[in-house]
């Protein structure tokens, strides 16, 4: 893959993830809507099981943002460890660096990659999803607006990662 086409496929995971989460919502499943989209990756399975991550997982903001785990289930769906291949200690090990290569970037970019920390550093507070009066205190105070640029940022980001390891496949360097 050129670099241009690299750019061009990060670019287009990006665009159509932060639209997902402006449109959508649901962080984890915007990023891994975005990816498959920009990817051309039908799997309805990664999505599904991407619901109950957003918000720091099930709305906490307690856990990772949904956005890194969402780049991570991509990433694993593409170049993770297949079940006939359990036992083996290593078969994971690309997705791992690929992962951690996309935690890295979110600690860079955020000091963290908590949810919560993540909010407390764009907005200066977090909000409480169940809580009706909170949630739409979120909207107006322009939290969608945060939220998508960390859903782009994070689907772009996945997107290289995903493109500079396929570029590594064909050349024959199977990490």
């Known amino acids: 893959m050129a670099d241009e086409e690299r750019e061009d496929l990060a670019e287009k995971?990006?665009?159509l993830a932060k639209e997902y989460e402006r449109t959508c919502t649901g962080c984890a499943q915007s990023v891994v809507a975005g990816l498959l989209d920009a990817l051309g990756v039908d799997e309805e399975g990664v999505f599904k099981a991407a619901s109950g991550?957003?918000?720091?997982?099930?709305?906490?903001?307690?856990?990772?943002?949904?956005?890194?785990t969402g780049g991570c289930m991509?990433?694993?769906?593409?170049?993770?460890?297949?079940r006939v291949d359990h036992r083996d200690m290593m078969k994971p090990m690309r997705?791992?660096?690929?992962?951690?290569?996309l935690l890295e970037d979110f600690?860079?970019?955020?000091?963290?990659s908590r949810c919560y920390d993540i909010q407390m550093k764009l907005m200066g507070r977090?909000?409480?999803?169940?809580?009706p009066?909170?949630?739409?205190?979120?909207?107006?105070?322009?939290?969608?607006?945060?939220?998508?640029?960390?859903?782009?940022?994070a689907a772009r980001r996945a997107a290289e990662i995903i493109a500079k390891e396929r570029a590594r496949e064909g050349q024959g360097e199977n990490a």
């Open 133 to 153: 009066q909170e949630l739409q205190e979120a909207f107006k105070s322009g939290m969608l607006e945060h939220c998508s640029e960390v859903v782009g940022q």
């Open 95 to 101: 997705s791992y660096l690929m992962c951690k290569e």
């Open 126 to 131: 977090t909000y409480d999803m169940y809580d």
């Open 53 to 68: 991550l957003a918000d720091g997982i099930g709305l906490t903001r307690e856990g990772s943002c949904g956005s890194l």
């Open 107 to 112: 600690v860079e970019r955020y000091g963290s």
């Open 74 to 82: 991509v990433m694993g769906l593409l170049f993770g460890r297949e």
């Open 13 to 15: 995971a990006y665009r």
